[in-house]
């Protein structure tokens, strides 16, 4: 997760990148539909399940049909790309969050122009984005990305390091700590998905049960948003199941 915003090899804008079929109403619905299947299996009210449309890699075209089936959040990992977004989209009421991982030089912009940041992992970064966050708004809310596969090549902190972190991020003035985003590895099966799942759950329960106000568990994709969501999923980012393949 050391991708560039504006290097030769950044994605491109494509729009139609393998459309999957039906409409953007459409498969917004069948997402819709599969969160409320699996709360209601959980027996967890669907509404506390937020939909978080990751739209990176598709065009302000794309964003702009899926809004206009009443999808209003989204999720960017480069932020060149989504600045881009953001600027053609300005006439719409979006809540933009930034899931990407974060370069030192990228904190301005991010502080500046979203409402989000899941992928906060070091405390160099919240403590950038905290003191470059505009007077004129509201904290940024964030979440802490945990690394609960302990896989090298992704990003976010070790789990055994979580707690001194969030201890941290919790006292930046511009920042507010929602709770923790995880990226599994890739699993085959319920169970398996479902185990790495509730090892994020355990360490944000962990991080309530010693006083911090935690509400968000930023957790499940396309491929696994049926195992997340049992395991307290409280936001589900969703990208290929609404947009295409990559």
Sequence with gaps: MNAMDNGPNSPKLEAGMHPLAGTPCDRLRAVQARI?????????????VRLLAVSKTFDAAAVRAMAACGQHEFGENYLQEALEKQA??????LLWHFIGP???NKTRAIAGNFSWVHSVDRLKIADRLSAQRPAGLPPLQVCIEVNVSDEASKGGVAVAELPMLAEAVSKLPGLRLRGLMAIPAPATGMAAQRAAFRRVREAYDALIAHGHALDTLSMGMSADLEAAVPEGATIVRIGTALFGER
């Design 36 to 48: 409320a299947r699996a709360a209601a299996e959980a027996g967890r009210d669907a509404a506390t």
């Design 88 to 93: 053609a989209l300005g006439d719409l009421p």
């Design 102 to 104: 974060i370069q030192s």
